[in-house]
Every structure is written in C-alpha cells, then in structure tokens.
Nanobody
Framework: QVQLVESGGGLVQAGGSLRLSCAAS????????MGWFRQAPGKEREFVAG????????MYADSVKGRFTISRDNAKNTVYLQMNSLKPEETALYYC????????????????????WGQGTQVTVSS
C-alpha cells in the first residue's frame, strides 16, 4: 500500500513557475514508476509527466515538453514537478500517481494502469 500526498500548488500569474512535490509513504518507493496527471474542470484527467524507478528515464506530454521537469529523490520518497512558463489553460488539479512496474513506458502512464493516486493539489494560473 502506498499513500501519496501532494503539495506546492497555488495561484501564479501566467509565465510564472511552481514546484509540486509528492511525498510517498512506505519503504518500496523506488519500486514504483511515478507520474503526474492533471484534470481541469469539465475535462478528463490527462498525463503530464512520468519518471522511471531510478530517475534516469522520463517522459512528458507534448504540451509541457521544455517547460516542465519531473524528478525524484528515492532517499526522501518524493517526486517533484517543476513547472515553468505556466499558461492559464494549465489551471487544474494536479495528481501524483504511482505504478508498480519495472520500466517507464507510455502504456504504464495511463489512467487504467495507475495503482495509486494522491488527493491532488490545485494549480491556478491567472492571465
């Protein structure tokens, strides 16, 4: 069982930056592929970024490539999402996600595959 707790959300102006954190419980954090998803009002939850177990492999949604960076610290059981150049349309509830899997693949980072979700942290980008 893994519990995920996100933090770091808030209100930021367009073009600004935020850093989200996700703290995981348990001693097996390094066994999980981790990811970030987001859900805007009236829209489906969508993939944002994923990171492999060691942190060396990452993947991003096309819409955030070059602006967002996912990272993890296995010693601290924490995964991060650095978000730069934020846009108003990126206002959403951002969720941390964990999948017990050896490798990070596109198939791993789908809603149906995720094993554990956090409760979400709100990011609001004003224009």
């Amino acid at each position: 069982q893994v519990q995920l707790v996100e933090s770091g959300g808030g209100l930021v102006q367009a073009g600004g930056s935020l850093r989200l954190s996700c703290a995981a419980s348990g001693r097996t954090f390094s066994s999980y592929v981790m990811g970030w998803f987001r859900q805007a009002p009236g829209k489906e939850r969508e993939f944002v970024a994923g990171i492999g177990r060691s942190g060396t492999s990452t993947m991003y949604a096309d819409s955030v490539k070059g602006r967002f960076t996912i990272s993890r610290d296995n010693a601290k059981n924490t995964v991060y999402l650095q978000m730069n150049s934020l846009k108003p349309e990126e206002t959403a509830l951002y969720y941390c996600a964990a999948k017990l899997r050896r490798t990070l693949t596109a198939a791993t980072m789908t809603l149906e595959e995720i094993d554990y979700w956090g409760q979400g942290t709100q990011v609001t980008v004003s224009s």
